[in-house]
């Protein structure tokens, strides 16, 4: 949720021209990923929860292209959005571990069906 308050205080500063360009599209991607985080923790197994958590995670990716295409259009300075990458750079971290803890989890439940 600090990545969201973050992204929405910068996407303050983008120009006007890009309110339903850039600016929408960062403010798409950064809610979705509090957003899919908690509608797979309201799923039923841990397949469906890793399902979310990678569409997350791929929120996150896109989140951090849009903030270095923002640096390269010039509407925001590296030294703004480095605070916000740190946190993005963690929270892929985090969340790619807690996956493969997941995928190792779902992994052994499967083997341990039967067949």
Do not use: D
């Amino acid at each position: 949720m600090e990545i969201v308050k973050m992204t929405y205080q910068l996407v303050k500063k983008l120009p006007n021209s890009e309110l339903f360009g850039l600016s929408l599209q960062m403010r798409k991607s950064v809610i979705s990923m509090p957003s899919n985080i908690a509608e797979g923790c309201s799923r039923s197994s841990n397949k469906e929860l890793l399902h979310y958590l990678e569409i997350s995670m791929g929120s996150s990716f896109e989140l951090e292209t849009q903030y270095i295409a923002s640096v390269f259009a010039g509407y925001l300075e590296e030294q703004e959005i480095q605070p916000v990458l740190e946190k993005l750079h963690i929270f892929q971290k985090k969340t790619n571990t807690y996956m493969q803890t997941l995928k190792r989890a779902v992994g052994c439940w499967l083997l341990a069906m039967p067949s």
